[in-house]
Nanobody, 123 residues
Protein backbone atom coordinates (compact mmCIF):
# COMPACT_ATOMS: atom_id res chain seq x y z
CA UNK A 1 0.00 0.00 0.00
CA UNK A 2 1.72 3.13 -1.23
CA UNK A 3 1.43 6.23 0.87
CA UNK A 4 2.84 9.68 0.29
CA UNK A 5 2.97 12.22 3.08
CA UNK A 6 3.91 15.80 2.30
CA UNK A 7 4.95 18.50 4.69
CA UNK A 8 6.66 21.86 4.71
CA UNK A 9 4.09 24.15 3.16
CA UNK A 10 3.05 27.42 4.69
CA UNK A 11 2.64 31.15 4.23
CA UNK A 12 5.64 33.30 3.42
CA UNK A 13 6.34 36.72 2.04
CA UNK A 14 7.70 37.20 -1.43
CA UNK A 15 11.41 36.34 -1.71
CA UNK A 16 11.07 33.93 1.17
CA UNK A 17 11.89 30.22 1.19
CA UNK A 18 10.21 26.95 1.99
CA UNK A 19 11.30 23.34 1.78
CA UNK A 20 8.71 20.70 0.99
CA UNK A 21 9.19 17.07 1.97
CA UNK A 22 7.51 13.95 0.69
CA UNK A 23 7.95 10.66 2.48
CA UNK A 24 6.86 7.70 0.39
CA UNK A 25 6.20 4.32 1.96
CA UNK A 26 5.08 0.97 0.64
CA UNK A 27 7.08 1.23 -2.57
CA UNK A 28 8.71 -2.00 -3.67
CA UNK A 29 9.35 -0.95 -7.25
CA UNK A 30 12.98 -0.12 -7.78
CA UNK A 31 13.63 3.33 -9.16
CA UNK A 32 10.25 5.03 -9.23
CA UNK A 33 9.75 8.35 -10.90
CA UNK A 34 8.90 10.92 -8.25
CA UNK A 35 7.96 14.52 -8.54
CA UNK A 36 6.07 17.58 -7.46
CA UNK A 37 3.03 19.08 -9.11
CA UNK A 38 1.04 22.14 -8.16
CA UNK A 39 -2.49 23.28 -8.69
CA UNK A 40 -4.48 26.43 -8.20
CA UNK A 41 -8.28 26.42 -8.18
CA UNK A 42 -9.76 26.35 -11.66
CA UNK A 43 -6.54 25.23 -13.29
CA UNK A 44 -5.02 21.92 -14.21
CA UNK A 45 -2.42 20.31 -12.03
CA UNK A 46 0.96 21.18 -13.54
CA UNK A 47 4.32 19.52 -13.28
CA UNK A 48 6.88 21.45 -11.23
CA UNK A 49 9.82 19.06 -11.14
CA UNK A 50 10.42 15.34 -11.56
CA UNK A 51 13.23 12.94 -10.85
CA UNK A 52 13.74 9.58 -12.51
CA UNK A 53 14.62 6.29 -10.90
CA UNK A 54 18.32 6.98 -11.25
CA UNK A 55 18.08 10.12 -9.14
CA UNK A 56 18.36 12.44 -12.10
CA UNK A 57 16.25 15.55 -12.24
CA UNK A 58 14.54 15.20 -15.60
CA UNK A 59 12.37 18.27 -15.54
CA UNK A 60 12.07 21.62 -13.79
CA UNK A 61 9.33 24.03 -14.75
CA UNK A 62 10.89 27.00 -16.59
CA UNK A 63 9.34 29.61 -14.31
CA UNK A 64 10.99 28.11 -11.23
CA UNK A 65 14.40 27.22 -12.65
CA UNK A 66 17.16 28.73 -10.58
CA UNK A 67 14.80 29.12 -7.62
CA UNK A 68 13.54 25.57 -6.92
CA UNK A 69 15.76 22.55 -6.36
CA UNK A 70 14.63 18.94 -6.38
CA UNK A 71 16.54 16.45 -4.29
CA UNK A 72 16.04 12.92 -3.03
CA UNK A 73 17.46 11.30 0.02
CA UNK A 74 19.81 8.58 -1.14
CA UNK A 75 18.43 5.06 -0.83
CA UNK A 76 15.20 6.38 0.59
CA UNK A 77 11.99 7.36 -1.10
CA UNK A 78 12.02 10.82 0.43
CA UNK A 79 11.77 13.68 -1.98
CA UNK A 80 12.39 17.35 -1.28
CA UNK A 81 11.57 20.55 -3.09
CA UNK A 82 13.59 23.49 -1.87
CA UNK A 83 11.94 26.71 -2.95
CA UNK A 84 13.80 30.01 -2.77
CA UNK A 85 12.93 33.53 -3.86
CA UNK A 86 9.27 32.65 -3.81
CA UNK A 87 6.82 34.74 -5.77
CA UNK A 88 3.09 35.25 -5.36
CA UNK A 89 2.66 33.31 -8.61
CA UNK A 90 4.04 30.24 -6.80
CA UNK A 91 0.96 30.17 -4.57
CA UNK A 92 -0.69 26.79 -5.03
CA UNK A 93 -1.40 23.44 -3.49
CA UNK A 94 1.70 21.33 -4.00
CA UNK A 95 1.38 17.58 -4.47
CA UNK A 96 3.95 14.82 -4.39
CA UNK A 97 3.46 12.09 -6.98
CA UNK A 98 4.95 8.69 -7.72
CA UNK A 99 4.87 6.50 -10.80
CA UNK A 100 5.72 2.82 -10.49
CA UNK A 101 6.39 2.12 -14.15
CA UNK A 102 9.20 2.98 -16.49
CA UNK A 103 9.46 6.55 -17.64
CA UNK A 104 8.95 9.88 -15.99
CA UNK A 105 5.98 11.41 -17.81
CA UNK A 106 4.73 14.91 -18.31
CA UNK A 107 1.13 14.70 -17.26
CA UNK A 108 -0.43 14.24 -13.87
CA UNK A 109 -2.76 11.54 -15.22
CA UNK A 110 0.22 9.24 -15.71
CA UNK A 111 1.13 9.22 -12.03
CA UNK A 112 -0.79 6.70 -9.98
CA UNK A 113 0.00 7.76 -6.46
CA UNK A 114 -0.49 11.13 -4.82
CA UNK A 115 -0.09 12.76 -1.48
CA UNK A 116 -2.77 14.87 0.16
CA UNK A 117 -1.10 18.13 -0.81
CA UNK A 118 0.52 20.94 1.12
CA UNK A 119 -0.50 24.54 0.64
CA UNK A 120 2.06 27.19 -0.25
CA UNK A 121 0.94 30.79 -0.04
CA UNK A 122 3.23 33.67 -1.02
CA UNK A 123 2.16 37.24 -0.38
Amino acid sequence: HVQLVESGGGSVQAEGSLKLSCVASGITYRGPCMGWFRQVPGHERERVATMDGYGRTVYVMPSVRGRFTLTKEKDKNTLYLEMNNLKPSDTAMYYCAVRLNSGCPVFAKDFAYWGQGTQVTVS
